[in-house]
């Protein structure tokens, strides 16, 4: 059964860099047909999709972070890794990682880390 | 402001069938599949209906999904306590080289 799992730090400055992996088990992330995507959702809010990676490196992203987005992939380690710039206290949220099925549906989605943007 | 937009708020008693609707336009409901997810209080969000009205294995037959042209809904029979979560579509969108995007969603209450 396919599994992630999100990890990194739970507390970034503003101004800095928020850096998260996923690692996937139970199945390989150079699969055809399937993206890796983060999506995140502020305490009380509704989900947000950030970006889309493909295990040859091709990415989408939301054009509204796009300028402060990075999304890549290792797949020897089979994990994905955001890394968002920049960050204020509007980036806190709960990110979550998910396998992004012909870039239509995610599923399965992993628990998700909450970060805080905060000095 | 969300692409896709859904009603904040539904209710309805156990037994009770409620939809869920959601609303779009022609570059992500009119020419891409749609998708939904269950939020349960305190948790991950879960895929509840995906290519528009497919079950993954699992998701009880209550929980159905229609499209029809921008717009779709969710409808939910025989209303249960544990139904009671928040509710998203989402969709891809085809404009500004392609993006995923949600709608805002709808928080179901079992009264």
């Known amino acids: 059964q396919l599994q992630l799992q999100e990890s990194g730090p739970g507390l970034v400055k503003p101004s800095e860099t928020l850096s998260l992996t996923c690692t996937v088990s139970?199945?390989?992330?150079?699969?055809?047909?399937?993206?890796w995507g983060w999506i995140r959702q502020p305490p009380g809010k509704g989900l947000e999709w950030i970006g889309s990676?493909?295990?040859?490196?091709?990415?989408y992203y939301n054009p509204s972070l796009k300028s402060r987005v990075t999304i890549s992939v290792d797949t020897s380690k089979n994990q994905f890794s955001l890394k968002l710039s920049s960050v204020t206290a509007a980036d806190t949220a709960v990110y979550y990682c998910?396998?992004?099925?012909?870039?239509?549906?995610?599923?399965?989605w992993g628990q998700g880390t909450l970060v805080t943007v905060s000095s | 402001q969300s692409v896709l937009t859904q009603p904040p708020s539904a209710s309805g008693t156990p037994g009770q069938r409620v939809t869920i609707s959601c609303s779009g336009s022609?570059?992500?409901?009119?020419?891409?599949?749609v998708n939904w997810y269950q939020q349960l209080p305190g948790t991950a969000p879960k895929l509840l209906i995906y290519s528009n009205n497919q079950r993954p294995s699992g998701v009880p037959d209550r929980f159905s999904g229609s499209k029809s042209g921008t717009s779709a809904s969710l409808a939910i029979s025989g209303l249960q306590s544990e139904d009671e979560a928040d509710y998203y579509c989402a969709a891809w969108d085809d404009s500004l080289n392609g993006r995923g995007v949600f709608g805002g969603g709808t928080k179901l209450t079992v009264l």
């Open positions: 139970g199945g390989s992330i150079s699969s055809s047909s399937y993206y």
């Open positions: 998910a396998r992004h099925i012909q870039l239509e549906w995610f599923d399965p």
């Open positions: 022609s570059s992500n409901i009119g020419s891409n599949t």
């Open positions: 990676i493909y295990y040859s490196g091709s990415t």
